[in-house]
C-alpha cells in the first residue's frame, strides 16, 4: 500500500529564510506527487503537482519541489519565506492512473517569526 | 475564484439528527468525487469515492450506513452523516478531479455534534 511520510510535525522560520519541507512516499511505481497547503479551517490548495519529465517542479507563491526517484523524496521548497506562507503544508501521492485519489502525508506546520 | 463549493462551511447538530453535506463543481463535470475526513492537527483520510450514477466505493473501516454517499449529477455528491454522534465531529472536504489538471478541494465543512 502507498504511504507518504512528512518526518517533521512543526517547522519555524524567520521571515525571509530558505525553506525546505521534506516528504517520502512509498508507492510500487512512479506516481503523481503534490504538495497542497491548507490554512486554518480551509479546503487545499494545489501548491505544485509532478507527473513526469523534469524533476525540478515550479509551482505557485515562488515554491518548487523536487522529485528524487532515488530517494523516493518529493521535497518542497522556497528561497525566502514570507509571512503570508504559515500554513499546513500536505504531501500527497496519486495514482499514474490520474484518478486523483490522493494519499496524504500528516502534514507539515510552517510558522513563520517576523 | 473556487471551482469546488461545499456547504455548509460549518454547521452544529444534536446527537441523532442527520447533516447533509454538498460538493459542487462549479464549471466542469465530475464523475468522480471524493469525501476525505480531518481530525484535528492530522491528515486528510480518504472515506469514499462518489462515482455518478452509480454506487460509492468506501474505504475499509467507514461505515456505509452512517456516511450516505449520493452523486446525483455530473455537478454534485452530497454526503449525509445519519444519526451524529459526537465521534462523527470531524472536518470533511470533498474534492472533484478535473480532467488532466487537478482535482479540486472544496473549502471543507466543519461538522460539530453537541
Known amino acids: 500500500a502507498q504511504s507518504v511520510t512528512q518526518p517533521d510535525i512543526h517547522i519555524t522560520v524567520s521571515e525571509g529564510a530558505s525553506l525546505e519541507l521534506r516528504c517520502n512516499y512509498s508507492?510500487?511505481?512512479?506516481?503523481?506527487l503534490f504538495w497542497y497547503v491548507q490554512s486554518p479551517g480551509q479546503g487545499l490548495q494545489l501548491l505544485l503537482k509532478?507527473?513526469?519529465?523534469?524533476?525540478l517542479v515550479q509551482g505557485i507563491k515562488g515554491f518548487e519541489a523536487e522529485f528524487k526517484r532515488s530517494q523516493s523524496s518529493f521535497n518542497l521548497r522556497k528561497p525566502s519565506v514570507h509571512w503570508s506562507d504559515a500554513a499546513e503544508y500536505f504531501c500527497?501521492?496519486?495514482?499514474?492512473?490520474?484518478?486523483?485519489?490522493?494519499?496524504f502525508g500528516k502534514g507539515t506546520k510552517l510558522s513563520v517569526i517576523p | 475564484g473556487a471551482v469546488v463549493s461545499q456547504h455548509p462551511s460549518w454547521v452544529i447538530c444534536k446527537s441523532g439528527t442527520s447533516v447533509k453535506i454538498e460538493c459542487r463543481s462549479l464549471?466542469?463535470?465530475?464523475?468522480?468525487m471524493f469525501w476525505y475526513r480531518q481530525f484535528p492537527k492530522q491528515s486528510l483520510m480518504l472515506m469514499a469515492t462518489?462515482?455518478?450514477?452509480?454506487?460509492?466505493?468506501?474505504e475499509q473501516g467507514v461505515e456505509k450506513d452512517k456516511f450516505l454517499i449520493n452523486h446525483a449529477s455530473l455537478t454534485l455528491s452530497t454526503l449525509t452523516v445519519t444519526s451524529a454522534h459526537p465521534e462523527d465531529s470531524s472536518f470533511y472536504i470533498c474534492?472533484?478531479?478535473?480532467?488532466?489538471?487537478?482535482?479540486?478541494f472544496g473549502q471543507g465543512t466543519r461538522l460539530t455534534v453537541v
Open positions: 474534492s472533484a478531479p478535473r480532467r488532466n489538471t487537478e482535482a479540486f
Open positions: 508507492y510500487g511505481a512512479t506516481p503523481y
Open positions: 509532478y507527473f513526469s519529465g523534469d524533476t
Open positions: 500527497a501521492v496519486g495514482a499514474p492512473s490520474g484518478s486523483y485519489q490522493l494519499t
Open positions: 464549471d466542469f463535470q465530475a464523475t468522480t
Open positions: 462518489s462515482n455518478e450514477g452509480s454506487k460509492a466505493t468506501y
